[in-house]
């Protein structure tokens, strides 16, 4: 034996499942959906007919594949037939509005749409073809329909840089970005992640987040690659914390990653008391900032549960820093976002594009393999965002510019201040006001807007001025047709003028201070 | 016809899903005319147009199903919409 090292580095996301639950777990239970439930075997099955049912359809290497469907183990099949099939798959919201959706499906391009016999009529009016679109159905049947080397040749084909998918985002010119992730940057997260926190596949996954998020790429990767169990929650549930915690309860879930919001609730109505949750040991939370006095009460609740702050706008893959809960911090002290995750370099530039000293505020750029590979079909703003490293001028290095603002506080620890601009965390959903003007300016009679948003309350108030009386309802029905509900304002408030700073602007100050 | 009291109501939920008919009797959790996102700006708007706080255990499907009961719920926080 000539070589006695191992040359299979891992190059496609799709081996965290044929090296862990497939063959280690394949009679195991990987998701739970309220009406049904799937083995690894099951799951790995039908996937496998879904990619060749894709490859039926010439699909080119690479291609994006878009996913309609609800959250629920089929949405997973498809996007593992995609993987199968050398594919990038790009999960939708299936209830945004028409518009928004025929604007994302016309900037990706997608060859082929998966979704199910009840939702193909919204994509027939949206005027895609019926020839575009695949029924995840004929998929979902015990009966192997796929040729094995068929699929393995052309997988074979992908490198570790090719998409792995593509997840979207608000933006502010009313347009949202496909953020394009490789699969090397999942690897380097997913690696980084099962290791430092010792995932041994015992979890049970109470799975809240929708699945065209980023949270979901922890969650389905955990339970490919070890063999946990990922339940998901019913959507109604998020609104009725009494009722979300007694699913957790009656599920035994283990492992939550969620957005603070509902967490937030759920401490601040004093709900934990009723509730043992004994089985709950890691809950990972991210994507707002988590108020530390409502954290402290669920760590005083839970006190065998393990919490994690996590970092990361989705142009990385899942997150680029942690903050492990591991000391008492004060009701009043802000929680960090902690220290970079493995393999990954954070950047604070101040305003000069030099790196911040001492406690200096600047820019968080991050620097590694796991930053995304830009926005699918959009040169224009993935060079705004995605640039050269001003600290190397040796040789092209992209960072990606994030727009919030931090700091190193004495313990090294990273800060968040801010933002650059005008992009909200609004339950745990990433929005730019800038959109939700965008929207309500093409409402007819309104003249001139502004969209503020008011953290403590989570009300995003939309300010307006109309020669008109409009009510909430012909707001809101209006506004629905070109943005999600979450991006829909919570009050609206019309005004003779908006106020004006002294140079003329908009004063967002004075109205986000504002009790409307 | 709606009583006047149950009209109030119908009305704040038109403003927030103006698409829906809320006196038609159907169960608006069960049948999703009302999702999470509603309910938090249903809260706001009633909070706020009879000035009080409505308890976070008093936040389950049971007292947001239909126009009696948010009334009946109203009623309890001394509201009489």
Redesign the interface.
């Known amino acids: 034996m000539l070589l006695d090292f191992d040359l299979d580095m891992q190059i496609n996301a799709l081996e965290y499942f044929e090296q862990g639950a497939l063959p280690k777990h394949r009679h195991k239970v990987a998701v739970i959906e309220p009406a049904a439930r799937y083995t690894f075997g099951e799951i790995d099955a039908f996937a496998r007919n879904c990619a060749a049912a894709i490859l039926a359809h010439d699909v080119p290497l690479n291609a994006p594949i878009a996913v309609l469907l609800p959250k629920s183990a089929a949405t997973i099949v498809a996007d593992l037939g995609i993987v199968y099939c050398g594919n990038a798959y790009a999960n939708l919201d299936l209830k945004s509005p028409p518009e928004r959706l025929k604007a994302i499906l016309n900037n990706l391009g997608a060859a082929l749409i998966i979704t199910a016999a009840e939702h193909a009529p919204l994509l027939m009016r949206l005027g895609v073809q019926a020839e575009r679109l695949l029924m995840i159905e004929t998929a979902m049947t015990e009966r192997p329909a796929y040729d094995e080397a068929r699929l393995r040749a052309r997988r074979d084909r992908v490198i570790d840089t090719d998409p792995l998918c593509i997840i979207h985002t608000s933006g502010s010119t009313g347009t949202p970005k496909g953020v394009a992730l490789n699969h090397r940057s999942t690897i380097d997260f997913m690696d980084w992640v099962l290791q430092r926190f010792e995932f041994d596949g015992s979890e049970i996954v109470g799975s809240l987040s929708p699945f065209y998020f980023d949270i979901y790429t922890l969650e389905l990767y955990l339970c490919l690659a070890k063999g946990a169990t990922l339940v998901i929650i019913p959507e109604q549930l998020a609104a009725f914390p009494v009722k979300l915690l007694e699913f957790l309860e009656a599920e035994s879930v283990s492992f939550i990653f969620w957005v603070p919001t509902v967490m937030v609730n759920i401490a601040n109505q004093q709900l934990l008391p009723k509730f043992s949750l004994r089985a709950l040991r890691r809950v990972f939370f991210a994507g707002e900032v988590f108020p530390t006095k409502a954290l402290n009460e669920w760590r005083r609740r839970l006190p065998q549960a393990q919490f994690v702050n996590l970092y990361g706008p989705i142009e990385i893959s899942v997150d680029c820093t942690y903050f492990i809960l591991d000391r008492e911090m004060a009701d009043d002290e802000k929680l960090p976002i902690g220290f970079a995750c493995r393999n990954t370099d954070i950047l604070i530039l101040n305003d000069r594009d030099q790196a911040a000293e001492g406690a200096e505020h600047g820019e968080l750029c991050v620097r590694g393999s796991s930053i995304a590979l830009g926005y699918w079909n959009d040169p224009q703003r993935t060079a705004r965002a995605f640039v050269q490293n001003p600290l190397n001028p040796h040789y092209p290095e992209w960072i990606y510019r994030t727009g919030d603002i931090v700091y190193r506080n004495e313990r090294g620890e990273i800060m968040i201040v801010g933002r650059k601009d005008f992009q909200i965390k609004h339950m745990g959903y990433r929005i730019e006001l800038g959109e939700i003007e965008h929207a309500a300016l093409r409402i007819p009679g309104i003249e001139n807007v502004c969209a503020v948003y008011q953290a403590e309350k989570k009300i995003i108030t939309l300010y307006f001025e109309s020669g008109r009386e409009l009510s909430d309802a012909q707001l809101r029905e209006q506004l629905a047709a070109f943005l999600p509900k979450y991006m829909l304002p919570t009050r609206f408030h019309r005004l003779g003028q908006l106020p004006r700073n002294p140079n003329g602007k908009i004063d967002r100050n004075l109205l986000a201070t504002r009790d409307a | 016809m709606l009583e006047p009291k149950l009209q109030k109501i119908a009305d704040l939920l038109?403003?927030?899903?103006?698409?829906f008919d809320f006196s038609n009797g159907a169960n608006f959790?069960a049948t999703?005319m009302?999702?999470?996102?509603?309910?938090?700006?249903l809260v706001?708007t009633l909070d706020k147009t009879y000035g009080i706080s409505i308890?976070?255990?008093d936040?389950?499907?049971e007292h947001f199903g239909g126009l009696s009961a948010i009334a009946a719920l109203l009623g309890r926080y001394g509201v009489r919409p």
């Open positions: 038109q403003g927030i899903r103006p698409e959790i999703g009302l999702d999470s996102f509603d309910m938090i700006t706001d308890d976070g255990e936040i389950v499907p």
